[in-house]
DNA sequence: CCAGTTTGTGCAGTAGCTGTACAAACTTAG
DNA sequence: CTAAGTTTGTACAGCTACTGCACAAACTGG
């Protein structure tokens, strides 16, 4: 179809798996040749590399599709059943979420548990039982998505806000109790790279996306195929961005900051539901959408409130992104399905250039975009140079 | 010194091309092997390549700077004299300036022409009559900075709202008139490139830069050696960032945006000074700084104003953009230089995410910037494949 | 003058391709 | 059922852009 231009990995074997891994895993020879743009002759080899090292299969009788008319059938390509995996993993304000992961975005397995307290040490121990749980032979790292931003150097969850920790070297501390490559990411930005090479992303060449989760609000651009991190790591923090110079006030100082206007606790607090546990939100503002659906005007209104702050949040967003994709996830994903209309009113023509179309805006297609992402990102060192980590899975 | 994983070109040619760019078009062997992390047996290759291309010479007895204690002391690398150049243009308000300009950022001739009337044709012909002057043999290419935001894909300045003009297919009118590659580029972001390659950018590894021009204020980033450009070159437009709800109204639509609050017409307004002429307004800037340095009260709190205004824009973008370095240009630069400590209160703490050092803000080092970063522009294609540009010039 | 150090160079070897020629596997027309 | 046409996999030669090694060159200090 289009062209490839999309992004490229340091070598072409890398961008090979990358290709196969955000077609799912299974792909037609000639469909990747297309897509690397290289020759017939090229794809051989890199395949045959690939095959000695065990991580692909080829089925010379597969995709029979036949969207060709006439001509060889192309072999179809898939990654090996016995490929090496990655364990994925998700520290939520009360539970921890661990899943093996292979290339393609398929889940092998996955465990749920709730954490009882907010204890770090609690969390760190549920985590790792977990992890070492679910590893098996050929497992290539772990990846652990936090909902903090997380320094890019040294996996420092730098303010852990909601989890009561205020700066914890989480790496470090995770590293002490596994004995496995451990990377670190913030929830939104894995969550969008999920969505970017998985979900409704997918083909962006600047994704906007912002998320709720159980707290919070964070965001994450994918420019031309990579995170926007900054510096430290800490780049796109949208959620203190002000949309509302008179609204309630925000621990950080400020007032007004889209995160207490939009997340749950804008959504329970315009809906005069402040009565909740922590633990409880998630099914409190369940309830509101419920309600709102059904009719309740305060829950109704509710959600106008939410998507009119959301829409003001992204106005700004737009003209400093140059997105042209915009993804929600979480509940703001919900919110949008639910009150589109006042979101798009907002972002519509905000974008003080408008030369052309409008921005879609869309919902994330991914249920477990957050956990996903953490598997991208323990597979990114397959994608990077998958030579030098098959060779050294070897040894 | 440090670890060079600042920026990488397609290939090792490319960087090293690079590197002896950003040292000013004059390095050791020695040097450029470390930078590149290569060895000297590579270097030695590389090396040929240019030379028998003719974009490098070598000088053996060329560094005698000697820091090392003993050992061979390493040849000069330099760029050629009859090495090819590129033409640099920038199309401002009210005048025009082309350079010559040599790998290395070596001016070698400049000329500027003001524009009498603001017509887009006479600003045209102006403009390709002085390429046309300064065009010498072994001119690769033209690069133009425009006051507007520019796509990428085209060079269609989408708003040069400041010139009256409200979307000009600029690329193509130009290319009627020259049979040269033409590049075109925003202004600010092609100054905050040069500022990273030549100037108080050089090492950041996510720049931001914000300057004011003539009229109207934009700003770029410059992440890991690459401009943040967004899906159609419109990333970063920080102009229309609310700092001020209850402010001046803006043409935009809103009120109180950065843009008019920071840059000359707010320091004018502020300082009382409305009744100019467009073409007057830089003398009349001119004037309120040197009146507040005099002393005078009105014309210093109005810079005062500019200041907290300058460093409320500044919060905003800090958390977004997680810059390690922030440089301002223009008249910016010289506001920062007089109430360095009105930015600094806002900027400093206001970054959510305190973890150590302060990001430094530095004024522009480069007297020519926006000129410069059009060279960078029209240089970019040399830096990316050096021998498919030296070769095509050839036949 | 000699050891010690850093640097340029020649040469053999390798990885990662490209291009060409050809054989294989299909479709449709006759 | 065969022949022509099309697309696809593969073998093989060749090239580019390096890396590594051995060695010579150019300095310093003793």
Chains 1, 2 share one sequence.
Request: charge should be negative; aromatic fraction near 2%.
């Amino acid at each position: 179809m289009g062209p490839p231009a999309q992004e490229r990995a340091r070598d072409s074997l890398g961008s090979l798996v990358l290709q196969l891994h955000t077609l799912g895993g299974v792909a037609s020879r000639a469909e990747l040749t297309e897509r690397l743009g290289c020759g017939r002759s090229a794809m051989g080899y890199l395949l045959g590399e690939l095959r000695s090292r065990g991580l692909v299969s080829i089925d010379p009788a597969g995709g029979r599709t036949s969207s060709a008319d006439g001509g060889r059938p192309s072999h179809s390509v898939l990654v090996a059943d016995d490929a090496p995996t990655v364990v994925a993993a998700q520290l939520g304000v009360d539970s921890v979420t661990v899943a093996r992961v292979g290339l393609g975005g398929k889940v092998h397995a996955r465990v749920e548990r709730s954490l009882r307290t907010r204890d770090t040490t609690d969390a760190l121990d549920t985590l790792s039982e977990l992890i070492t749980e679910l590893t098996a032979p050929k497992v290539l790292g772990v990846g652990l998505a936090v909902p903090s931003p997380v320094r890019r150097t040294d996996g420092y969850a730098a303010a852990a806000l909601h989890l009561g920790w205020r700066g914890v070297p989480l790496r470090e501390l995770l590293l002490e109790r596994l004995p496995l490559p451990l990377a670190l990411g913030n929830d939104a930005n894995l969550a969008a790279m999920a969505e970017y090479r998985h979900g409704a992303g997918k083909g962006a060449t600047q994704l906007l996306y912002l998320m709720t989760g159980h707290v919070g609000l964070g965001g994450a651009v994918v420019s031309e195929g990579r995170l926007f991190l900054g510096a430290r790591g800490y780049a796109m923090e949208p959620g203190h961005l002000t949309v509302d110079p008179a609204g309630a006030p925000c621990p950080c100082g400020s007032t007004g900051c889209l995160e207490v206007e939009a997340d749950h606790r804008g959504l329970l607090r315009a809906a005069g539901r402040t009565d909740h546990a922590l633990h409880d939100v998630p099914e409190a503002v369940e309830e509101v959408f419920k309600e709102a659906v059904a009719g309740d005007p305060r829950c109704g209104a509710a959600l106008d409130q939410a998507a009119r702050h959301l829409g003001n949040g992204l106005a700004s967003l737009i003209n400093l992104a140059d997105a042209d994709r915009i993804v929600l996830g979480g509940t703001l994903g919900r919110l949008y399905s639910l009150r589109s209309r006042l979101v798009d009113e907002r972002v519509t023509g905000r974008s003080f250039l408008n030369d052309g179309g409008e921005i879609p805006v869309l919902p994330g297609a991914l249920p477990d975009s957050v956990l996903l992402g953490a598997a991208e990102l323990a597979l990114q060192p397959l994608l990077d140079d998958p030579k030098r980590v098959l060779d050294g899975l070897a040894r």
